[in-house]
């Protein structure tokens, strides 16, 4: 199992950027396929956008698309996600997610919660008006 942190939400008007951050201190993440999901109130648990393993390939959700870039540094066993043009539908909980079993990294298990095994607690993102 791996512990997930994830770190840099908070409150931002519309237009603006957040960079949220997912590390883990107990394992390297550097084998892992790694994933972005929010939720928002009353709402289920979305995709965001994920990275493969050795950052070579990346998937978004058409709603982040253009906006939200996600990337890695396995030297510093970090994971990113880069919000600009952020909008207040974007507000929500974001999670910080592992894929420990996958193989080959495809758009559509990438993008399916059920693949991903170790989840972080979240970091609260909301946008104003």
């Known amino acids: 199992q791996v512990q997930l942190v994830e770190s840099g939400g908070g409150l931002v008007q519309a237009g603006g950027s957040l960079r949220l951050s997912c590390t883990a201190s107990?394992?390297?993440?550097?084998?892992?396929?790694m994933g972005w999901f929010r939720q928002a109130p009353g709402k289920e648990r979305e995709f965001v956008a994920a990275?493969?393993?050795?950052?070579?390939?990346?998937y978004y959700s058409d709603s982040v698309k253009g906006r939200f870039t996600i990337s890695r540094d396995n030297a510093k066993n970090t994971v990113y996600l880069q919000m600009n043009s952020l909008q207040r539908e974007d507000t929500a909980v974001y999670y910080c997610?592992?894929?420990?079993?996958?193989?080959?990294?495809?758009?559509?298990?990438?993008?399916?919660?059920?693949?991903?095994?170790?989840w972080g607690q979240g970091t609260q993102v909301t946008v104003s008006a």
């Open positions: 997610a592992a894929d420990r079993t996958t193989s080959i990294f495809v758009s559509a298990t990438a993008s399916s919660a059920y693949n991903y095994e170790d």
């Open positions: 107990t394992r390297t993440l550097s084998t892992y396929h």
């Open positions: 990275i493969s393993w050795s950052g070579g390939r990346t």
